[in-house]
């Protein structure tokens, strides 16, 4: 049912036959040559075919199908202030805000100079904003699954008149439980339209996905799926469990590394490293789907400019993260599902550029190392890391935990990316090892439940409130945003 491309060999962005304001706004970026996704998916989606697209965030996958989703809806542009004039024509799903906010400033710079208007919408931020812009009318809508579904409920949006849809990133929101809301928003599509989905991974779940929604489509692989990018140096130090603190500030240290994301298993996991090593004078901040969205922004904002050396992660709130020329990516964890690692090391040796993905494996993610070394088919390098100075690996606050034998770093393991922050604090979660069969919280795997503010906006029939979760924030288990970024670098706590 689907073909593979071939690879043209279009050398400059003329050959597509975009219109002159696309090309202008390409131009302004400072893009010359297309990169392969683009060079081979932009004249498959020009064509309105169905696309299947193998590639990671960091190939240009964003240009591959905002520009010429830009160029299709040309005709349509209108300059009308009526809203009637301005329906969703094209909509594109990804798992994660930053990753909407990401996509959509790609796409407002692309059509800068047509009169096709974008919008975006995510969750952990007020509704009200969006949808007034909502109502005014958009043609090309990026959204988060959850805050679009509440924006439908709302009537806020219409999905009649989509022609074109991309679910971006659609294994990550597979894995974030986010199948019920894409079946829901699926059926409010007209059947009529074009479809692309991009995966950096092809799982027998997404092959599914695809044999369902798209028609016929062409597949589209610029880097082999499960690939690692071979411009990457990889490298696994085995170290202790509690020697890890440490061996991150060894590494950070003795490689002078100046911009590093250092990816954790938990969101708990993932405040306390960045506490600790901020306590040893590296300046850090920790994101995660427990962060208020304006939290998480200005963390990656400030890790853009430069104002953060290490930025401490989990999978959920790192996807997608396009940051320039990231000279290496620290895994304090293993992650527990082998793809993550393929992601997470995607975040480094971007557009040719080299990078290091260091890894830190203690004797019990052993099994871990042994999947991804499965996944990649190819055996990593494993050195011994002797850490010089030991940093403390639990903080007072969980001696509670260690005594209870569950302080191992890898509570609070994160699901949902937009909803993650309704779980209860301090609820039991099962060690880490039986998790890994069941990596998403069943909780996530629900049907849709508009959110609070969702329902209190529409003057429809309240949901009853017994289906309503208990909204507790984290706030108090996980400390504020205190971190250095925000205040000065030597700053050494966040609570
Ligand atoms: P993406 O994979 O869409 O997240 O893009 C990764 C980065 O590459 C973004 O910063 C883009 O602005 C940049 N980019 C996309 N296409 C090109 C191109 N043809 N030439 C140079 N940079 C590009």
Redesign the pocket.
């Known amino acids: 049912m689907s073909d593979t491309a071939v690879t043209p060999s279009t050398e400059t962005?003329d050959q597509f036959g975009l219109a002159p304001e696309i090309l202008k706004a390409?131009q302004e970026?400072?893009?010359?040559?297309?990169?392969p996704?683009?060079a081979q998916a932009i004249p498959v989606v020009l064509t309105g075919r169905d696309v299947m697209g193998a590639?990671?965030?960091?190939?240009?996958?964003?240009?591959?199908f905002s520009l010429p989703i830009i160029q299709r809806l040309l005709p349509l542009a209108s300059t009308s202030a009526s809203p009637a004039r301005h329906p969703v024509r094209a909509l594109i799903l990804t798992p994660t805000r930053e990753l909407a906010d990401?996509?959509a400033n790609?796409v407002r710079t692309y059509a800068q100079h047509t009169a096709l208007r974008s919008s975006v919408v995510f969750g952990g931020v007020d509704m009200n904003p969006q949808s007034d812009e909502l109502r005014r009318g958009v043609e090309i809508l990026i959204a988060t699954p959850g805050r679009l579904l509440d924006h439908v409920q709302q009537k806020t949006t219409n999905l009649g008149q989509v022609q074109m849809l991309v679910l971006d990133e659609a294994d990550r929101m597979l894995d974030m439980g986010f199948l019920p809301d894409l079946q829901r928003i699926l059926n409010l599509l007209p059947k009529e339209r074009q479809t692309l989905l991009f995966s950096a991974t092809f799982s027998g779940e997404i092959k599914k996905l695809a044999a369902t929604y798209l028609r016929t489509p062409q597949t589209i692989e610029v880097a082999r799926s499960n690939s690692t990018a071979t411009n990457v140096t990889q490298v696994v130090y085995e170290v202790a469990e509690g020697d890890k603190t440490g061996a991150v500030v060894q590494l950070i240290r003795e490689r002078s590394l100046k911009q590093v994301i250092v990816f954790c298993n938990s969101k708990i996991g993932a405040s306390r490293l960045a506490r600790q090593i901020e306590k040893q004078g590296i300046v850090a901040a920790a994101i995660h789907g427990d962060r208020s969205q304006n939290e998480r922004m200005q963390a990656l904002d400030a890790f853009k400019r430069g104002e953060i050396e290490a930025l401490v992660a989990t999978d959920v709130a790192a996807r997608?993260l396009?940051i320039?020329e990231l000279p290496a990516v620290i895994n304090f964890d293993l992650p527990f599902n082998a793809e993550d690692y393929v992601h997470r090391i995607g975040r480094t040796g971007?557009?040719g550029a080299s990078g290091d993905a260091l890894s830190l494996c203690s004797p019990s993610e052993r099994k871990q190392l042994a999947d991804i070394e499965k996944l990649i088919k190819r055996p990593l390098t494993v050195e011994r890391l002797v850490v010089d100075t030991p940093v403390a690996h639990h903080e007072g606050g969980s001696r509670r935990r260690e005594r209870d034998g569950r302080g191992d770093g890898h509570e609070g393991r994160e699901g949902r990316g937009e909803r993650v922050g309704h779980r209860r604090p301090g609820a039991y979660e099962r060690p880490h090892h039986h998790r890994q069969s069941q990596p998403v919280d069943d909780f996530f795997l629900k049907p849709y439940e508009p959110s609070p503010s969702a329902r209190s906006a529409a003057e429809e029939k309240p949901a009853p409130a017994a289906s309503q979760k208990q909204k507790q924030p984290l706030a108090a288990l996980l400390g504020g945003l205190g971190s250095a970024w925000r205040n000065k670098p030597t700053s050494s706590s966040s609570s």
């Open positions: 962005f390409i970026q400072g893009y010359t040559t297309p990169t996704i683009q590639a990671q965030t960091g190939t240009g996958k964003t240009a591959s990401q996509v790609n997608g396009d320039a971007r557009a």
